[in-house]
């Protein structure tokens, strides 16, 4: 079993930057896909990133390519998500996940184990 904790949420006004950590406890890390998605109010969850465990990075094109950058490092691990030039839009509750499938890595269906959360706030 894997345990997932996630930090580094918070309020920052559209533009700023935010580091989502997201640290792992448990079996072997190092062999997992480590995914990011995000829940707004009323809307589903929603795929942002993920990095293979040979560091292999993906992201959701449409929203975050170019903004976003996923990183690992397995001696501690941890996953982190690099949010720059946020924006109202992006404002959501971001977790991270292990994922076992072998389908599309964009979808919530391939990932087992869940973190409970960081809230991440952009004001305009």
């Known amino acids: 079993q894997v345990q997932l904790v996630e930090s580094g949420g918070g309020l920052v006004q559209a533009g700023g930057s935010l580091k989502l950590s997201c640290a792992a406890s448990?079996?072997?890390?190092?062999?997992?896909?480590i995914g990011w998605f995000r829940q707004a109010p009323g809307k589903d969850r929603e795929f942002v990133a993920v990095i293979t465990r040979r560091g292999t990075a993906a992201y959701n094109t449409n929203s975050v390519k170019g903004r976003f950058t996923i990183s690992r490092n397995n001696a501690e691990n941890t996953v982190y998500l690099q949010m720059n030039s946020l924006k109202p839009d992006d404002t959501a509750v971001y977790y991270c996940?292990?994922?076992?499938?072998?389908?599309?890595?964009?979808?919530?269906?391939?990932?087992?184990?869940w973190g409970q959360g960081t809230q991440v706030t952009v004001s305009s």
């Open positions: 448990g079996r072997s890390f190092s062999s997992y896909d």
């Open positions: 996940a292990t994922r076992v499938g072998s389908g599309s890595y964009d979808r919530a269906q391939e990932y087992n184990y």
